[in-house]
T-cell receptor, first 115, second 117 residues
Framework: AQSVTQPDIHITVSEGASLELRCNYSYGATPYLFWYVQSPGQGLQLLLKYFSGDTLVQGIKGFEAEFKRSQSSFNLRKPSVHWSDAAEYFCAVGASRQGAQKLVFGQGTRLTINP | DSGVTQTPKHLITATGQRVTLRCSPRSGDLSVYWYQQSLDQGLQFLIQYYNGEERAKGNILERFSAQQFPDLHSELNLSSLELGDSALYFC????????????????FGPGTRLTVL
């Protein structure tokens, strides 16, 4: 069965500092991996996704993620955070089988930005 | 704005009651998904519909049911509500049903916050 672990429940960084959010997945085949962001009171917005190919994926808002098969990881990074990046971040792994699609989400990492 | 709309935005009701949540997918999307987000369970997949037919089931309780109508909007019905059903319910949509094993990108609506008192 698929599963996702986000080891950090809450992270605080200073504005302008670099960021890395960790995500580890468990899946038997080549995974489809996603990062979503949820701002307070909002729905989930897709930041980036990995299906195949280049293991370094660029997303919106200056985010990138790197797929490392050997470590079963898909960590999210940003070189310099902005106060508007404060939100909850969810990593997800997906599978598609005979038309049935399912996303399994991690528990989320809440990001706080210090001014 | 993802293009997925959900109504109502907030819903407050009492235990034992029944409610209906509505979702309109993005224009052109044939698949609709329902998720529940609660503090203790996190974000959980409930059910998927594709072009009116059920395609996948997740951790959906028997008290819950869903359907997708010919105009592709979907409704999630929650009955015999319990305190523990209080949560944020998200609808998402995608273009197709993941043909040939490919996974579509799902676009999420703003959610309906259900409070059961």
């Amino acid at each position: 069965a698929q599963s996702v672990t986000q080891p950090d429940i809450h992270i605080t960084v200073s504005e302008g500092a670099s960021l890395e959010l960790r995500c580890n997945y468990s899946y038997g085949a080549t995974p489809y991996l996603f990062w979503y962001v949820q701002s307070p009171g909002q729905g989930l917005q897709l930041l980036l996704k990995y299906f195949s190919g280049d293991t370094l994926v660029q997303g919106i808002k200056g985010f990138e993620a790197e797929f490392k098969r050997s470590q079963s990881s898909f960590n999210l990074r940003k070189p310099s955070v902005h106060w508007s990046d404060a939100a909850e971040y969810f990593c997800a792994v997906g599978a598609s089988r005979q038309g049935a699609q399912k996303l399994v989400f991690g528990q989320g990492t809440r990001l706080t930005i210090n001014p | 704005d993802s293009g997925v709309t959900q109504t109502p935005k907030h819903l407050i009701t009492a235990t034992g009651q029944r409610v209906t949540l509505r979702c309109s997918p993005r224009s052109g999307d044939l698949s609709v998904y329902w998720y529940q987000q609660s503090l203790d369970q996190g974000l959980q997949f409930l059910i998927q519909y594709y072009n009116g037919e059920e395609r996948a089931k997740g951790n959906i309780l028997e008290r819950f049911s869903a359907q997708q109508f010919p105009d592709l909007h979907s409704e999630l019905n929650l009955s015999s509500l319990e305190l523990g059903d209080s949560a944020l319910y998200f609808c998402a949509s995608s273009v197709a049903q993941g043909l040939a094993g490919l996974l579509d990108t799902q676009y999420f609506g703003p959610g309906t916050r259900l409070t059961v008192l």
